[in-house]
């Protein structure tokens, strides 16, 4: 009988055999090709995408879309990607979410109430920060300052803590924004107040393994990168009077710089080769820092990127971002001066994928793609968002930044997440 079984099989598998490649490719592909973009701008936080490729140029409709899900919520969280899954946050039934949906088909897996409350203010309710993802664990802050670890599985909550009533942070006039970053077991914030700005938490656990020290001033709406300088890994961290570094191992301070922020602070900063640039709006401007020493040495501050919250991004040695100052800018990183300005779109949010920015008008939704070029803005089609919310508040827009990976463009409007195909050849 064993025998016969064996022989039904060999059959069969000679029968199947010069199709087994067809097969590994089919079934195959989206396990074992599959990119993954676990958090905030991506793998690095440089927001490039890991696709080598994009459609281009658009049709005259825009990309195919794919899906459109009315389940996250309202809020202005964005999107991390693994595994075919796809994270994001939203308020909805009394409280904030962290949710769950099939990257591919839009459905939703599962979603876990973070925060009982909902943070409200005038240009949006709802939370503003992207999930961490982290081997089998999410970790996500509501936007009063509830930081959880969930189950990637089910959405079950491991642990909480509070920023504000547990680690003495304050909640800044827009809520809490940042994006936590993962450092092999910590889970590193910015709580903000006299206990330290920053703190580090065991992430299995939650429990307190350090506060920032040398540093005591209040949080603001940035999000930190860790970095290697001369062999030193330093966390970089963007507030309203300044930029500073700690050392990821024990908080200690290791330097820090004046800036010249008001209002509020928001973009996340950027580093190449032992050069760190930041940027803020309200007619903040930027500057460009060399590292070395105890103190950084100023390379420049001027007013060709005031970049108001729509990101920037570094393309070979050229930073493209919006600018409240004259539209789309491309900045030279190294010397600060201005290559080109765009005012063919007005404001927004931009990503970055294969050679193309895609940039994201935040009044009217419509989403461009535009070659990442010092030779001028060099658009190559372009599409409007739709459906779009009817629950946005007046003084609120399209703000969420735009991911891309594995061929598929997901972007935000309140409770409409989107996803479109933009898959290369």
Same mark, same amino acid.
């Given at each position: 009988? $064993?025998?016969?079984?064996?022989?039904?099989?060999?059959?069969?598998? @000679?029968? !199947?055999?010069?199709?087994?490649?067809?097969?590994?490719?089919?079934?195959?592909? %989206?396990?074992? &090709?599959?990119?993954?973009?676990?958090?905030? =701008?991506?793998?690095? =936080?440089?927001?490039?995408?890991?696709? *080598?490729?994009?459609?281009?140029?658009?049709?005259?409709?825009?990309?195919?879309?794919?899906?459109? %899900? *009315? +389940?996250?919520?309202?809020?202005?969280?964005?999107? %991390?990607?693994?595994?075919?899954?796809?994270?994001?946050?939203?308020?909805?039934?009394?409280?904030?979410?962290?949710? &769950?949906?099939?990257?591919?088909?839009?459905?939703?897996?599962?979603?876990?109430?973070?925060?009982? =409350?909902?943070?409200?203010?005038?240009?949006?309710?709802?939370?503003?920060?992207?999930?961490?993802?982290?081997?089998?664990?999410?970790? $996500?802050?509501?936007? %009063?300052?509830?930081?959880?670890?969930?189950?990637?599985?089910?959405?079950? !909550?491991?642990?909480?803590?509070?920023?504000?009533?547990?680690?003495?942070?304050?909640?800044?006039?827009?809520?809490?924004?940042?994006?936590?970053?993962?450092?092999?077991?910590?889970?590193? /914030?910015?709580?903000?107040?006299?206990?330290?700005?920053?703190?580090?938490?065991?992430?299995?656990?939650?429990?307190?393994?350090?506060?920032?020290?040398?540093?005591?001033?209040?949080?603001?709406?940035?999000?930190?990168?860790?970095?290697?300088?001369?062999?030193?890994?330093?966390?970089?961290?963007?507030?309203?009077?300044?930029?500073?570094?700690?050392?990821?191992?024990?908080?200690?301070?290791?330097?820090?710089?004046?800036?010249?922020?008001?209002?509020?602070?928001?973009?996340?900063?950027?580093?190449?080769?032992?050069?760190?640039?930041?940027?803020?709006?309200?007619?903040?401007?930027? =500057? @460009?820092?060399?590292?070395?020493?105890?103190?950084?040495?100023?390379?420049?501050?001027?007013?060709? @990127?005031?970049?108001?919250?729509?990101?920037?991004?570094?393309?070979?040695?050229?930073?493209?971002?919006?600018?409240?100052?004259?539209?789309?800018?491309?900045?030279?990183?190294?010397?600060?001066?201005?290559?080109?300005?765009?005012?063919?779109?007005?404001?927004?949010?931009?990503?970055?994928?294969?050679?193309?920015?895609? /940039?994201?008008?935040?009044?009217?939704?419509?989403?461009?793609?535009?070659?990442?070029?010092?030779?001028?803005?060099?658009? +190559?089609?372009?599409?409007?968002?739709?459906?779009?919310?009817?629950?946005? *508040?007046?003084?609120?827009?399209?703000?969420?930044?735009?991911?891309?990976?594995?061929?598929?463009?997901?972007?935000?409007?309140?409770?409409?997440?989107?996803?479109?195909?933009? *898959?290369?050849?």
């Amino acid at each position: 009988m $064993a025998g016969r079984r064996v022989s039904f099989w060999s059959c069969h598998l @000679m029968k !199947i055999k010069p199709f087994l490649p067809l097969l590994i490719l089919a079934f195959g592909q %989206s396990l074992l &090709c599959a990119e993954n973009w676990p958090q905030w =701008r991506g793998e690095k =936080r440089d927001d490039h995408s890991p696709d *080598k490729s994009i459609l281009n140029p658009w049709p005259a409709a825009g990309p195919v879309q794919k899906w459109v %899900s *009315k +389940e996250a919520g309202l809020g202005y969280s964005g999107f %991390s990607v693994a595994d075919d899954q796809l994270f994001t946050m939203g308020a909805a039934d009394g409280g904030e979410q962290v949710i &769950c949906v099939e990257a591919l088909t839009g459905a939703r897996k599962w979603a876990a109430k973070l925060d009982g =409350r909902i943070y409200e203010n005038n240009w949006g309710n709802g939370p503003r920060c992207t999930p961490t993802v982290d081997g089998d664990q999410i970790y $996500a802050l509501s936007g %009063s300052g509830i930081l959880g670890c969930l189950s990637r599985k089910d959405g079950s !909550i491991l642990w909480k803590v509070d920023l504000v009533a547990e680690l003495g942070g304050k909640l800044q006039g827009w809520g809490y924004t940042e994006s936590v970053l993962i450092d092999g077991n910590k889970v590193i /914030c910015t709580p903000g107040g006299d206990q330290g700005t920053m703190a580090a938490l065991d992430k299995m656990t939650g429990k307190v393994l350090w506060r920032s020290t040398g540093i005591k001033e209040e949080a603001q709406y940035s999000s930190p990168i860790l970095i290697t300088h001369e062999g030193q890994r330093q966390v970089i961290q963007l507030l309203t009077k300044t930029v500073f570094a700690v050392n990821p191992d024990n908080g200690e301070l290791l330097w820090r710089s004046d800036f010249s922020g008001r209002v509020a602070v928001i973009p996340t900063p950027i580093y190449q080769d032992g050069h760190l640039y930041v940027t803020a709006g309200y007619g903040t401007g930027c =500057r @460009m820092f060399k590292l070395g020493g105890k103190q950084p040495e100023v390379v420049y501050e001027n007013n060709v @990127m005031v970049n108001h919250h729509g990101g920037v991004i570094l393309v070979d040695g050229k930073l493209y971002g919006h600018s409240d100052k004259g539209g789309w800018t491309c900045q030279d990183f190294l010397t600060g001066e201005k290559v080109w300005k765009s005012d063919v779109l007005d404001k927004g949010a931009v990503g970055y994928a294969a050679g193309h920015l895609i /940039c994201v008008e935040e009044k009217s939704g419509v989403v461009a793609l535009v070659k990442a070029s010092k030779e001028g803005w060099k658009e +190559e089609g372009r599409f409007t968002l739709t459906p779009q919310t009817t629950q946005r *508040k007046p003084q609120g827009k399209i703000w969420v930044h735009p991911v891309i990976v594995n061929g598929m463009l997901y972007l935000r409007d309140q409770e409409f997440v989107y996803a479109y195909d933009v *898959k290369g050849s």
